[in-house]
C-alpha cells in the first residue's frame, strides 16, 4: 500500500509524522540481560522510514534504543529526513546545571547528532523545585544550540502552565490518551491547545488491549502477562471497569472497523488522531521482532464520520474515568504503572529541602531564599505533631515562577514541601506573602 503519511508542524520549520515510531520496547526485549542485534533493528527502523513514517521517539531508558537510532540516522552519513525524539528521566533528588549538560551530551553520543531534535523532561516529584532547575538549564542548553526543542512527557495542566508562563518554551507534552483514558480532554487538551502546544499521545492501542486480538476473548490472567506494556494497561482496563467494559468498547470500534474494513487498532487510534490539540500519536515497534506498517499505513485511508464518533463516544461513557490528570499514575495513587507502584522507575524520593532542627526539637524547613536570611522565614515549622506552613510567593530562587499569570501554579492542596510548584497561589509573584498561616495536626510527614 502506497500511502502519504500526513505531518504535523510541532514547531516553526519542525515537522513530524503524524505517526511516531515508539521505541520503548525496546526495553522490553532486552529485559533479564538481553540484548538486541543494533544493525538488524537499525534496518527495522529504515523499513519505518521508507514507508513514511520518519520519526521515532525514545528515552535515556529504554534499553539501548538511543544507541540503536544513532546508528541508523547518525553519523558520518545523517539522515536529515528522520527526526528523533529522546527523553531525559533523571532520579528524583538535585539537579545542577553540570548534570543537566551531561546528560544531554549523553544523548548526543548516543543518537550520533549535534543537536537533539526534541528533549522531552519527566519529572518525578513536583513538590522538588529540582525538576524546575532542570527546566531552566535544558532552556540554556536550547539557546546554546545543544537542543532544538523542548518538550514534556507525562506533565498535567497545571505545571505545563506554569513553565510556558514562566517563558520555558515547551512545544510538546507526551501523556496517555486512549479510548479507555480520556484523561487529557478535560484539561490539558484545551489550554494545549489554546497555547499551540502539540500533544503527543501514545497508549493509543492500550498494549494491544485495543486491537481484535483481545474481541470475544476471555479474560487473561493478569499476573502472566507477555509484556511490560501489558502489564501497565491491564491496570488502566480494570480501574476503567473491568473487563466487559472493555469488550463494550472493542464491539463497538469492531462495528465502525467494519464499516471501513480496516481493524480495531486502526479505528483506536484514530480516534486520538481526530482529537484537537493532538499532533501525533506514538505506536510502539518491536524492532526486527513484529512490525505492523502496513496495517498503521490504513489511519490514513479512511475517516471517522460522525455516526463513528458518536457510537464510540456512547461506549466509553459506560466505562468509569481513571483518575487525575495526565502522568498522575506515576505520581499519586493508585500507580498505574507495570509494577502497581514506582519501584521498578526509582529507589527514593529524598527530601526536596534541607531540614534544621534547633535544640528545642524544633525542625525547620529551608529553601536558601532570601526571605529566610533577612526575615526569618521558613518554607514549614514543625513543633511536636503540629506544622505550620507559611504563606508562599511564586518564586525558586531568584526567579519569579509563572510570570503575573496568577494561575499559572498548581490549584492542589497544601502541602508540607509547599513551594511554588505545589502551593495553592492566588495571587502572582508580584505580591507578598500576607503572613497567613496554615496548621496541620498528625499528618503523616516524612521528616
Same mark, same amino acid.
Given at each position: +500500500? ?5 505531518? *504535523? ?19 522490553d ?6 540484548? @538486541?542485534?543494533?544493525?538488524v ?14 520519526t $521515532?521517539? +525514545?528515552a535515556?531508558h529504554y ?6 537510532a ?6 558520518d ?27 544531554? !551530551?549523553?544523548?548526543? !553520543?548516543?543518537?550520533q547528532?549535534p543537536?537533539?531534535? @526534541? +528533549? ?14 532542570? +527546566?531552566? *538549564? @535544558?532552556? !540554556?542548553?536550547?539557546?546554546?544550540g545543544?537542543?532544538? *526543542? ?19 518554551p ?19 487538551a ?14 493509543t492501542v ?5 486491537s481484535d ?9 493478569w ?12 491496570? $488502566?482496563?480494570?480501574t ?13 470500534a469492531?462495528?465502525?472497523a467494519?464499516?471501513h474494513?480496516?481493524s ?5 487510534? %484514530? ?17 526486527g521482532?513484529?512490525?505492523h ?5 490504513r489511519? $490514513? ?5 460522525e ?7 456512547a461506549a ?5 474515568? @481513571?483518575?487525575g490528570?495526565?502522568?498522575?499514575e506515576? %505520581?499519586?495513587?493508585?500507580f ?11 529507589a527514593s $524520593? ?13 525542625? %525547620? ?5 532570601v526571605? !529566610? ?5 521558613a518554607?514549614?515549622? %514543625?513543633?511536636?505533631d503540629?506544622?505550620t506552613?507559611s504563606?508562599?510567593t ?6 519569579c ?9 498548581p490549584?492542589?492542596a ?20 500576607s ?7 498528625s499528618r503523616?510527614?516524612?521528616?
Amino acid at each position: +500500500m502506497t500511502t502519504s503519511i500526513p505531518r *504535523h508542524a510541532l514547531a516553526p520549520g519542525f515537522t513530524i509524522s503524524r505517526v511516531l515510531t515508539g521505541l520503548w520496547q525496546v526495553a522490553d526485549l532486552e529485559r533479564d540481560g538481553r540484548t @538486541l542485534d543494533h544493525g538488524v533493528a537499525a534496518d527495522a527502523m529504515a523499513d519505518y522510514a521508507a514507508a513514511g513514517f520518519t520519526t $521515532f521517539d +525514545m528515552a535515556d531508558h529504554y534499553g539501548s534504543a538511543e544507541l540503536i537510532a544513532g546508528r541508523f540516522a547518525g553519523g558520518d552519513s545523517p539522515r536529515d529526513d528522520v527526526q528523533l525524539l529522546t527523553k531525559w528521566v533523571p532520579e528524583p533528588g538535585p539537579l545542577t546545571r553540570a548534570d543537566v549538560r551531561a546528560a544531554v !551530551e549523553r544523548a548526543l !553520543e548516543r543518537l550520533q547528532r549535534p543537536r537533539v531534535d @526534541l +528533549m522531552q523532561f519527566h519529572a518525578w516529584n513536583y513538590a522538588d523545585p529540582a525538576w524546575l532547575d532542570a +527546566m531552566f *538549564h @535544558l532552556d !540554556e542548553l536550547r539557546q546554546e544550540g545543544l537542543i532544538a *526543542h523542548l518538550g514534556l512527557t507525562n506533565t498535567d495542566t497545571a505545571h505545563l502552565r506554569m513553565l510556558r508562563a514562566t517563558g520555558i518554551p515547551v512545544v510538546s507534552n507526551q501523556v496517555c490518551w486512549s479510548l479507555i483514558d480520556r484523561r487529557p480532554r478535560q484539561r490539558l487538551a484545551p489550554y494545549a491547545l489554546q497555547q499551540g502546544v502539540s500533544i503527543l499521545a501514545y497508549g493509543t492501542v492500550a498494549g494491544g488491549f485495543l486491537s481484535d486480538r483481545w474481541l470475544d476473548r476471555a479474560e487473561p490472567d493478569w499476573q502472566a502477562l507477555d509484556t511490560w506494556s501489558q502489564m501497565k494497561y491491564g491496570r $488502566f482496563v480494570r480501574t476503567a471497569g473491568g473487563w466487559e467494559a472493555l469488550q463494550r468498547v472493542l464491539r463497538a470500534a469492531r462495528q465502525v472497523a467494519d464499516r471501513h474494513g480496516v481493524s480495531i487498532a486502526n479505528v483506536a487510534c %484514530r480516534y486520538v488522531l481526530d482529537q484537537p490539540a493532538v499532533g501525533g500519536i506514538i505506536i510502539g515497534a518491536r524492532l526486527g521482532s513484529s512490525e505492523h506498517i502496513a496495517d498503521t499505513q490504513r489511519l $490514513f485511508a479512511f475517516t471517522l464520520s460522525e455516526q463513528d464518533h458518536a457510537e464510540l463516544e456512547a461506549a466509553v461513557a459506560t466505562l468509569d474515568p @481513571l483518575p487525575g490528570e495526565p502522568g498522575d499514575e506515576y %505520581r499519586v495513587p493508585p500507580f498505574l504503572t507495570a509494577s502497581g507502584d514506582l519501584s521498578h522507575h526509582v529507589a527514593s $524520593f529524598p527530601a526536596p529541602y534541607p531540614v534544621r532542627v534547633d535544640a528545642t526539637g524544633r525542625r %525547620r524547613v529551608l529553601s536558601g531564599t532570601v526571605w !529566610e536570611r533577612d526575615a526569618g522565614y521558613a518554607r514549614a515549622v %514543625r513543633v511536636g505533631d503540629q506544622i505550620t506552613v507559611s504563606g508562599t510567593t511564586a518564586t525558586h530562587g531568584s526567579r519569579c515562577i509563572g510570570g503575573t499569570d496568577a494561575a499559572g501554579s498548581p490549584s492542589r492542596a497544601p502541602t508540607v514541601n509547599a513551594s511554588a510548584t505545589s502551593s495553592r497561589r492566588t495571587r502572582s509573584c508580584r505580591r507578598r506573602s500576607s503572613g497567613t498561616s496554615i496548621s496541620w495536626r498528625s499528618r503523616p510527614m516524612r521528616w
